[in-house]
C-alpha cells in the first residue's frame, strides 16, 4: 500500500493521496457480488481481503446493495484497526451515485484518519463537511482536539478549540468544558486550569467545569489543589455535586491517601450525603488495589444495608482485585455468585477473570471462560486475545499466540497497536532468526494498517535484523522508517 504513495510530506500518511486517481472501472476479472443482505461482517471482510481497488469500488456501488447510514458505521467500527481500509471504504462511497455519508460516518473518517496524523485529510474531510452541511459540529472538534493532545501536540488542540468559530461552530460552555477534560486526561492538568481561568466567565463555568478540573488534579495526585478548586467553586455560589465527592474520593484513593478516603466517606454519610454504586465501587476498588481485601469485602457486603445494590462494574472491581491481590480461585467464586444473581458479565468482566487465570498459569481454564463468554452471546474483544496472546507468549508458547493473531487478522476482532506490541516484544525471547523475521514482517503490516511504532521498536527490530545479516528486510524497514518520520539520524537512505 505504501508503495502507492506520492511523496507523502513528513511525518504524515496523507490517505487521499493513494485512491484519488483511479481511472474508470474497467478491470480484467469480473467484481463479485456483495454479500446477501449487506451482512455487515461480510462487507467488511471482502473490503479487508480485496487487493485490487477498482473490483472492490465496482462491487461496492453495485445497484443491489443498498446503503444505509447505519450499514456504513457498523462497517467503519469493524474496520477499526485498519485505518487505511477503513478509509479506503469511506472514500469509496463518497462517490457512491445515490448513497450520500452521514455527519457520524465523517466523523469516523476524521476520527481515523487523526490517529494516522494524516492531518491535510482530517482538514480536507472537515472542508467537505463544511461544504456539504453536515457540520462541522462540536463532537467533531472534540474528536479532532482528542487526537492532537494524544499525539502531543496540546497546544494545537487548544488553538482548534479557539477557531471553532471560523469554520461555522461557535464555542459553548459543552465545549469548553470537553477541550478541558481532554487537556486533563492527558496529564495537561497545568494547561487546562489557565485555560480555565482566562476563560471561566466567559463561557460562565458550571459545576462540570470545576469537576473536571478537580478530577485532572486527583489524576496527578495532587489532592490539595483538587481540594482548592472545590473551595473556589462554593466560593463562587456553586453547589458541589456527588459527582463532585466521587472524584474527591477517588482522588484520596489514587494518591495513596486511604484513611484519608474512608475518613472523606464517613463524613459524606455524617452529612447525609446521597451516596451511590459509584461510591461503593471506588472504596471497593480502592481498598482492594492496596490489598486491603477483607476491608473491601466488608464495603461490598454492606452496600446493600446501605441501600444500593451493586451494579456490574462493582462487581467487575471486586472480582479484578481478588484476582489480583488475594486468588483467582476466590474471584470466581464472586463471579459465580454475580450470574446466580441475576447479573449479566460484561466483557470486562470475563476479560479480569480470563486475565486472573492466565497469571496464574491456567490457560486451559482461561481458553473455557473464552468459550462460555462466547456462550453468553459476549464475543471476545481485542482486549480478551491480547491478554491471551500475552500470556502464551509469556509461558514460552508464541505458536499458539500466532495462532490466535491470526485468527484476529481473519476479521473475527482485528488487533491494535498493543497486539503488535506484544508479539514483536516476544519475537526477541527466543533469540531465534526465524522470529526476528516474523518481528519485521509484524512491524511492516502494522505500519501498513495504520499503526505508529514508537522509535524504539523500529530501532530494535532494525538492530536485530541487521545482527542476523538480513539485509533485504533492514533495508525495508529503514524505507519504512524514514515515510513515517522516524529515521535514527545515524542512518542514511
Not at 172 to 181: E, K, W
Not at 206 to 223: E, H, M, P
Not at 467 to 481: D, F, H, S, T, V
Amino acid at each position: 500500500m505504501f508503495a502507492l504513495l506520492r511523496k507523502p510530506p513528513k511525518n504524515h500518511f496523507h490517505f487521499f493521496c493513494i485512491y484519488r486517481d483511479l481511472s474508470p472501472l474497467t478491470t480484467t476479472s469480473p467484481a463479485p457480488l456483495p454479500p446477501a443482505a449487506a451482512d455487515p461482517a461480510a462487507l467488511a471482510s471482502l473490503i479487508l481481503t480485496s487487493t485490487d481497488p477498482r473490483t472492490l469500488t465496482q462491487t461496492l456501488h453495485c445497484p443491489s446493495l443498498h446503503w444505509t447510514l447505519q450499514l456504513v458505521d457498523q462497517i467503519i467500527k469493524r474496520l477499526w484497526n485498519h485505518a487505511l481500509k477503513a478509509l479506503h471504504f469511506f472514500n469509496i462511497l463518497s462517490y457512491h451515485p445515490t448513497y450520500a455519508h452521514s455527519r457520524s460516518s465523517f466523523d469516523h473518517a476524521i476520527d481515523l484518519a487523526a490517529r494516522l496524523r494524516d492531518y491535510r485529510t482530517v482538514w480536507t474531510l472537515v472542508h467537505r463537511m463544511k461544504s456539504l452541511r453536515l457540520g462541522p459540529t462540536q463532537k467533531t472538534f472534540a474528536i479532532i482536539a482528542e487526537r492532537y493532545v494524544s499525539a502531543g501536540k496540546a497546544d494545537r488542540a487548544v488553538k482548534i478549540f479557539l477557531s471553532m468559530h471560523e469554520h461555522g461552530c461557535r464555542q459553548s460552555l459543552n465545549s469548553f468544558n470537553t477541550i478541558l477534560d481532554l487537556l486533563c486526561k492527558e496529564k495537561k492538568v497545568e494547561k487546562a486550569y489557565n485555560l480555565f481561568k482566562v476563560f471561566r466567565g466567559k463561557f460562565k463555568a458550571d459545576v462540570i467545569s470545576y469537576n473536571v478540573i478537580a478530577n485532572g488534579w486527583c489524576l496527578v495526585k495532587r489532592t490539595n489543589k483538587a481540594l482548592e478548586v472545590l473551595k473556589e467553586m462554593v466560593d463562587r455560589g456553586l453547589n458541589p455535586n456527588l459527582t463532585t465527592y466521587n472524584i474527591v474520593l477517588k482522588g484520596y484513593f489514587r494518591a495513596g491517601q486511604i484513611e484519608e478516603a474512608w475518613r472523606f466517606f464517613l463524613e459524606m454519610k455524617k452529612r447525609k450525603c446521597e451516596i451511590d454504586v459509584v461510591t461503593y465501587t471506588t472504596i471497593v476498588h480502592g481498598f482492594g488495589v492496596v490489598g486491603e481485601i477483607k476491608r473491601a469485602r466488608n464495603v461490598f457486603d454492606g452496600m446493600v444495608n446501605g441501600g444500593v445494590l451493586p451494579s456490574v462494574a462493582t462487581y467487575n472491581a471486586m472480582i479484578q482485585v481478588l484476582c489480583k491481590k488475594d486468588s483467582v480461585e476466590n474471584a470466581i467464586l464472586v463471579f459465580e455468585e454475580m450470574v446466580r444473581k441475576g447479573y449479566m458479565p460484561n466483557s470486562t468482566t470475563y476479560n479480569v477473570v480470563i486475565r486472573g487465570l492466565c497469571h496464574a498459569g491456567e490457560m486451559e481454564r482461561a481458553l473455557e471462560f473464552v468459550g462460555r463468554m462466547k456462550d453468553d452471546e459476549c464475543e471476545p474483544n481485542v482486549q480478551t486475545y491480547n491478554i491471551l496472546i500475552r500470556y502464551f507468549c509469556d509461558a514460552g508458547e508464541i505458536e499458539r499466540g500466532l495462532e490466535l493473531f491470526e485468527k484476529m487478522g481473519s476479521g473475527v476482532c482485528l488487533p491494535n497497536l498493543d497486539t503488535y506490541n506484544i508479539l514483536i516484544s516476544s519475537m526477541f525471547v527466543r533469540k531465534k532468526s526465524d522470529d526476528l523475521l516474523v518481528a519485521g514482517k509484524l512491524l511492516i503490516e502494522m505500519v501498513d494498517r495504520g499503526f505508529m511504532p514508537r522509535k524504539f521498536t523500529f530501532n530494535r527490530v532494525l538492530n536485530g535484523l541487521l545482527l542476523m545479516g538480513n539485509q533485504g528486510l533492514a533495508k525495508e524497514i529503514l524505507r519504512l522508517q524514514s515515510r513515517c518520520g522516524r529515521l535514527p539520524r545515524q542512518f542514511k537512505l
